[in-house]
């Protein structure tokens, strides 16, 4: 894999404002990351960053609660895609975090006066360019900030079609917010990103990864933690206003935080066939055309949980815990000949 040592300093002329692209993503840690790659020199796609990071999970976590339900994730944890690419890319980031906002501010500002694009950890509640439907308490959004005009910050959040803008006083708000995962006004910006392309070894060693997590023997993650919360769905009594809330509960972790469990998995194959090029591995393409399918179950169940949440049928756990253990079913055979594979 070829190298290079990166100084990232604007060219005299060259205000970041005026040489950053912006460009739309499903995700927004996945998007942050593509971006500012590509912005310095290294092209790499969203579902590249996600894969190579090997940030494709399933995890049932009762002991931690959101809103006093648990939490179900479909993707590693926050900033995992970030470091996840610190191996495959040779890459070293700076992070930094402050005790007041107006520190986080002075230093945000030093840095976009250096030319540097800086990434942000922020909550999506204080951003005001969200639509008022679109706005709940979730700390770990990033964004990309390039640019400063009067008063306004010039943002890149990818899960926008286009760049946004945002006052100072917002940004603030949205980087110090308080609770779990508060961002504590985190910035990060690449020192330094060895590889100049992606390796096919780097490929192999990502999946495998990925598959050791999907099928390993921890038994709140992986397929092994879909059959337990199967299980917990399937004990849920039918006529209880709190079922339908937990039920309610999985279809917002799965489509509205995120890209859910279904966008993680169409990103997933998506990285498959980039692999396939890369690697010459044709069966990998192969296995991209079957997680699309095991997609589209997710997206099925979603679905149907959510008619019975709305009332349109009638609530039946043992049918919702039945479409779960089939995604198990089809998880497990998927992950364990795409590990045959590397």
């Known amino acids: 894999m070829n190298t290079v040592s990166m100084p990232f300093v604007a060219s005299p002329g060259q205000p970041a404002a005026e040489r950053f692209q912006h460009h739309h993503a499903a995700h927004c840690e996945s998007g942050v990351m593509s971006n500012l790659l590509r912005h310095h020199g290294l092209a790499i796609s969203e ?9 494709l999970s399933f995890a049932y976590l009762p002991f931690i609660k959101i809103g006093g339900l648990p939490l179900v994730a479909y993707r590693m944890p ?7 690419l610190f191996k495959p890319l040779a890459s070293r980031f700076k992070f930094e975090t402050f005790g007041r906002p107006d520190a986080g501010q002075s230093r945000l500002d030093e840095l976009l006066a250096r030319g540097e694009v800086v990434g942000l950890q922020t909550s999506v509640y204080w951003l005001p360019y ?3 439907d679109m706005r709940f308490h979730f700390n770990a959004h990033n964004l990309l900030v390039y640019g400063k005009d009067g008063d306004d910050y010039l943002i890149s959040d990818p899960v926008f079609e286009e760049p ?22 985190l910035i990060y910006y690449p020192e330094r990103i060895g590889a ?26 992986g397929v092994r933690g879909m059959r337990l919360l199967a299980n917990k769905v399937a004990r849920l009594p039918a006529t209880d206003p709190t079922s339908t809330a937990f039920v309610g509960h999985l279809v917002r972790m799965q489509e509205e935080i995120g890209t859910g469990g279904a966008g993680f998995r169409f990103l997933y194959a998506a990285f498959l066939q980039e692999g396939a090029d890369i690697t010459g591995d044709k069966r990998l393409a192969e296995l991209a055309d ?23 049928e009638a609530l039946d756990p043992p049918r919702i815990a039945q479409l779960l253990r089939g995604q198990a079913d089809q998880e497990q055979a998927f992950f364990g000949a795409l590990k045959s594979c590397v």
Not at 48 to 53: E, I, K, N, P, T
Not at 168 to 181: K, T, V
């Open 47 to 55: 579902s590249m960053a996600f894969g190579l990071s090997s940030a």
């Open 130 to 132: 969200f639509p008022p």
């Open 164 to 185: 946004v803008r945002c006052p100072s006083a917002d940004l603030a708000r949205a980087r110090f917010a308080r609770g779990m995962l508060a961002p504590k006004g």
């Open 290 to 312: 079957q997680l699309n399918t095991i997609g589209d179950g997710w997206r099925k169940f979603a679905l149907v949980s959510a008619r019975m949440v709305k009332g349109r």
């Open 78 to 84: 926050p900033r995992s895609i970030i470091k996840g």
């Open 196 to 221: 100049t392309s992606v390796s096919a070894p780097a490929i192999r060693a990502a999946i495998k990864k990925t598959c050791r997590i999907m099928l390993g023997p921890v038994p709140i993650a």
